[in-house]
């Protein structure tokens, strides 16, 4: 096995003018605010690619996190000292922050929950009784995560209700007609993804809810990978619940939000039961606070919401528009660079520079001999860091024709020269699998 | 040691030669048993046959689809069991298993002791162990060979252990 030094395929810079951050975006700066990216590994600078898993953090929310402990921190809702109405105030106002960001009309439509797993189980456990029965359908599509399959297999199931997979297109694409093919009389529920985690393709919210909503359906939209890359406005989008994760836009783990309309949320029952969401206990009886309280049961992540608060302050002051045309260049550049690895098929074929957006800073691909944690073991060790495996897509991936790929995933602070080191890496992979 | 030495170590020439070329694969028409192995990590499957004469391995084969250092494990299993008894087979899996997690046990390897390169990768134990796990499925229920998991292989713990700790079994 030889150790020589493998070439980029891309020596030579790229044209001057081309594919640099747009004017006022400054990448250097943005970097420095990630204290995590001057780590080495392996001897290597760390080129994080991993961000659709989990996203780093800027100083802007370690600083609240610790603010927030340090000087106003206690339990919030069940004290009246002054370090508890400092905690619930930063809490308080870390919703309105939250609503602000997703253009929702009221900050009671705000719950806090641990992620977007638990705000999607949160809607099928409370919501999907109420409104899904026997003979009943709820759809979901084929590029789901199994946050977002799973919770409707199982109401489908205890209801005896009928769950419908909308197919992709050819392009890995989920599209309205797939959609409105099987919308029907008993549909209930949609429930799809804004984002694929896996393919990166953006789904026509807007037209779908539209539709199933004229149906009478109800639309639960998983944002967890949308949030971090495009601009959302839940009023314009017009579907019924939202979904997102904290950790997965520069926020803490453990901390998320499930958006869903007043009206729905005024009928929906606890699901968990407990403190902090209750009005009045005897023994025999209860009465529960109204939203968001009514799904906050227990002491939540205070420091979470706090950090999710400045994460999303950060972002909106960095400019989503900005930070996604920065990420449109990036993923331009690695599809071109990966196009020229050999034996390398790309999952999903939707264009990142399509006159109407398609893709998200995602791209996911297999490579023919090399098994996706062989390549991802190798690549480590040159500090790119990727995620291998099925993606918690399984179906998908069957559909897809293969059991595990290698996904690179970017975010404001990726810069081209990781992505080059990408590519060369797969050089590597190819020399050391032979 | 560097990361292009470690890498080395790990895809050693005998690895990579038997992942390209996997031995004794396919389905043995004389199985007296067969187990499977599942990796939810990645979704690698593999299914090993096993043919045993009175307490020795006759013949033994195993089919699925794997990175390579799982396929190079399941090879060189197969190739290394046959014509063992299944108390040599327990005790070479507690042996190749402390190669993997410890460094030691590196005696009478035979050719496993090509495998000395994943202690240095915690995350691919499970890698390198999947096929066993599916042998210990595929053995008389009466004699499973003892998982010797140890303190240093976090990836095979992430998930609930079975009855004899080894990974979620799925009948092929």
């Known amino acids: 096995m030889s150790t020589a030094p493998i070439a980029s395929p891309r020596t030579e810079p790229p044209p001057a003018g081309a594919r640099r951050p747009a004017p006022g975006y400054d990448l250097a700066r943005v970097r420095a605010e990630f204290p995590i990216l001057a780590t080495r590994v392996h001897g290597r600078p760390l080129a994080y690619l991993d961000n659709a898993a989990s996203m780093q953090k800027p100083r802007a929310v370690l600083d609240a996190v610790i603010d927030c402990w340090s000087s106003s921190y206690s339990n919030v809702g069940r004290s009246v000292h002054t370090l508890a109405r400092r905690a619930a ?21 705000i719950v806090f929950v641990r992620g977007t797993t638990e705000a999607i189980n949160l809607v099928a456990a409370s919501f999907g009784p109420r409104r899904v029965g026997s003979g009943d359908e709820v759809i979901t599509t084929a590029l789901e995560h199994h946050s977002n399959l799973v919770p409707w297999q ?33 549909t209930r529920i949609v429930a799809l993804a804004h984002v694929s985690n896996v393919l990166g393709t ?7 809810a539209a539709l199933a909503r004229r149906r009478g359906a109800a639309v639960v939209v998983d944002g967890a990978q949308a949030v971090p890359h495009l601009a959302i406005d839940v009023a314009s989008l017009g579907c019924d619940f939202y979904a ?37 206990v005897g023994y025999e009886e209860t009465t529960f606070a109204p939203p968001p309280e009514r799904f906050e049961a227990g002491t939540p992540a205070i420091e979470g919401a706090v950090g999710l608060a400045a994460a999303l302050d950060w972002l909106s002051a960095l400019g989503l528009q900005r930070v996604a045309a920065w990420e449109r260049e990036l993923l331009a550049r690695a599809t071109e660079l990966l196009l020229e690895v050999p034996g390398l098929r790309l999952l999903g074929s939707a264009g990142a520079h399509a006159e109407r957006a398609e893709k998200a800073a995602v791209v996911s691909f297999v490579l ?25 897509a399984q179906p998908l991936m069957a559909w897809l024709g293969s059991a595990a790929a290698t996904r690179a995933s970017f975010a404001c602070y990726n810069t081209l020269e990781e992505v080059d080191a990408l590519a060369a890496g797969l050089h590597r992979v190819r020399e050391v699998l032979g | 040691m560097s990361a292009p030495d470690d890498l080395r170590a790990l895809y050693q020439e005998t690895i990579l030669d038997h992942n390209r070329r996997p031995r004794n694969f396919g389905t043995l028409a004389s199985a007296s048993g067969q187990g499977a192995g599942y990796n939810p990590l990645c979704g690698d499957r593999v299914v090993v046959y096993l043919r045993t004469e009175g307490d020795r391995v006759a013949d033994i084969s195993f089919e699925g689809a794997g990175c390579a250092i799982s396929t190079a494990s399941a090879s060189m299993m197969t190739e290394e069991l046959k014509g063992k008894t299944l108390a040599e ?62 303190p240093a292989d976090p990836a095979e713990h992430a998930e609930p252990a079975g009855p004899a700790d080894t990974p979620t079994r799925h009948s092929p």
Do not use: N
């Open chain 1, 89 to 109: 105030e930063a809490r308080e106002a870390a919703r309105d922050t939250v609503a602000r960001f997703l253009g929702a009309p009221s900050r009671g439509e």
């Open chain 1, 154 to 186: 199982r109401l489908c199931a205890e209801r005896g209700a009928r769950l419908r997979i909308a197919p992709l297109d050819e392009r890995g694409r989920v599209t309205v007609e797939a959609v409105a093919g099987l919308l029907g009389p008993r």
């Open chain 1, 202 to 208: 953006i789904s026509p919210v807007a037209e779908i």
């Open chain 1, 244 to 280: 997102f994760s904290g950790h997965k836009v520069y926020g803490p783990s453990g901390i998320g939000v499930l958006w869903g309309r007043a009206e729905l949320l005024a009928e929906m029952p606890p699901w968990q039961l407990g403190g902090g969401m209750v009005e009045s």
């Open chain 1, 368 to 392: 023919d001999g090399a098994h996706a944690h062989d390549v991802a073991t190798i690549l480590d060790t040159e500090g790119v860091a990727v995620r291998a495996g099925h993606h918690c």
């Open chain 2, 89 to 150: 087979a327990r005790a070479l899996f507690e042996r190749f298993h402390a190669l993997l997690t410890t460094g030691g046990g590196g005696e009478d390897l035979g050719m496993l002791a090509a495998f000395a390169g994943v202690r240095e990768f915690p995350m691919r134990v499970k890698c390198a162990t999947l096929a066993w796990h599916a042998l210990s499925s595929a053995l008389p229920a009466a004699a499973p060979p003892a998982d010797p998991a140890g």
